[in-house]
């Protein structure tokens, strides 16, 4: 059977470059890169040129980019690591301002501290389309607001955030704050598609992860503005400018910087509207969820009234195609998803959500062929669902 990959959002394949840029670390060049011998100091200046590669990419400089294990533990580390050094010093509770549609790596870290009463959080409401509005973001600033989070493009609706915008009124904020707040963005489901230059998007911390465009898993970078200060998680060596500890990833973090080499922004935003043109045309009872136009170039995301989005995903699977029921890291359970849920859908709308996205190989027979099977798929399943039948 034709198999069909349509969960880019999800990973990315590792680009055979980037396999055969990671391979000698494995093997002859496989040197630990604090080691002051040859074999060390091959690994050291391979970390040195993957660092100024991803420096490149930011508009930073090398030393503002530090390695981590992924996206995951980026967002961790920016947030936690911003509140953890500002406790350190000041012994009032910090207040933080997230958004209700961050990815669970921001929303669980922030609860987390929150339970913990190590931090007060709010969280702005988005509209129905998933956008953050600035001026609400603006309103909620306090006198002990250490740090905001938002993210760049939403992992599940697509939707892209007004960060340079934000990023630009949180500067003008700070010119006449003495707590300075510290702005951070999730950019993990914008690098490869949008403009992740730090200096154009005002911001001070920003979270990136390989995996989501075609490099290895288990490798993602923290980019810290020189001057802001965080306290590192990971105790033990001197590694990564005392921001992260442990011997690094070299293979990984070399895999990184390939992929970031290699990146280009296809021309997918026209498969990617002739799927959402497709879909809304030929099955009824059909929303898009996200904004209609500022949203990734590769996201298309529907819910299907009246029917399970798992069940949708099953079937889809058995016609050989791969597509998400919202993020990754929320499939495979029934709930809403949070993202939905904030956009104002109810219940039983967001838990018919599909999500595709595409990638640099998609083609326009792939998405042809998802046309033709997706809409008997949809009509199968609102006959067989109480709630459907009459909308058959
Ligand atoms: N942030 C966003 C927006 C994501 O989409 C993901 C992964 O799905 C992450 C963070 C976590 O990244 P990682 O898988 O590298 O831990």
């Known amino acids: 059977m034709k198999k069909i990959y349509l969960d880019f959002a999800a990973t990315t394949p590792t680009k055979k470059e980037v396999v055969q840029a ?41 030393e503002e980019v530090i390695f981590t294990s992924g996206g995951t533990e980026s967002d961790n580390l920016a947030i936690s690591g911003v509140v953890f050094d500002y406790l350190f010093k000041a012994k009032k509770k910090p207040h933080i301002i997230i958004s209700t549609v961050e990815h669970h790596a921001v929303l669980h870290t922030c609860q987390y501290l929150e339970n913990k009463s190590e931090a007060e959080v709010t969280y702005i409401k988005v509209d129905g389309r998933g956008m953050v509005n600035p001026e609400d973001i603006k309103k909620a600033i306090k006198q002990n607001t250490i740090l905001i989070s938002i993210m760049y493009a939403n992992n599940e609706i697509g939707t892209i955030e007004p960060i340079r915008e934000i990023g630009k009124m949180i500067e003008k904020e700070n010119r006449d704050r003495k707590n300075k707040i510290v702005f951070h963005t ?33 490798i993602g970078a923290l980019f810290v503005k020189k001057g802001i200060k965080i306290k590192n998680l990971i105790h033990g060596g ?49 929303i898009l969820t996200g904004h209609p136009e500022k949203r990734l170039p590769n996201s298309a995301s529907f819910c299907f009234k009246f029917i399970e989005g798992e069940s949708i995903l099953y079937n889809l699977d058995l ?50 062929y998802v046309l033709k099977v997706l809409p008997p798929i949809i009509k199968k399943l609102r006959k067989m669902s109480p709630f459907g039948r009459k909308n058959v």
């Open 238 to 286: 001197g590694q990564e400018y005392l921001k992260r500890a442990g011997t690094e990833n070299v293979p990984g973090i070399v895999g990184m910087a390939k992929a970031v080499e290699l990146l280009r922004i296809k021309k997918i935003i026209i498969l990617r509207d002739r799927l959402i043109d497709g879909v809304l045309k030929t099955i009824p009872d059909t």
């Open 319 to 368: 016609e050989g195609i791969a597509a998400s029921s919202g993020s990754a890291c929320t499939s495979g359970s029934l709930e809403a998803s949070h993202v939905l849920l904030a956009c104002g859908f109810d219940h039983k709308t967001a838990q018919g959500s599909i999500r595709f996205t595409l990638g640099e190989n998609t083609t326009n027979e792939e998405i042809k």
């Open 186 to 218: 999730d950019a993990v489901q914008a690098v490869g598609s949008l403009n992740c230059d730090v200096k154009y998007l005002h911001v001070d911390l920003l979270s990136l992860s390989a995996h989501k465009f075609g490099g290895p898993k288990g």
């Open 22 to 62: 990671m391979n000698p670390f494995f093997s002859n060049k496989f040197g630990n890169p604090s080691s002051l011998h040859g074999f060390g100091r091959e690994a050291r200046a391979a970390i040195d040129l993957s660092r100024e590669k991803v420096a490149l990419y930011l508009n930073c400089e090398p």
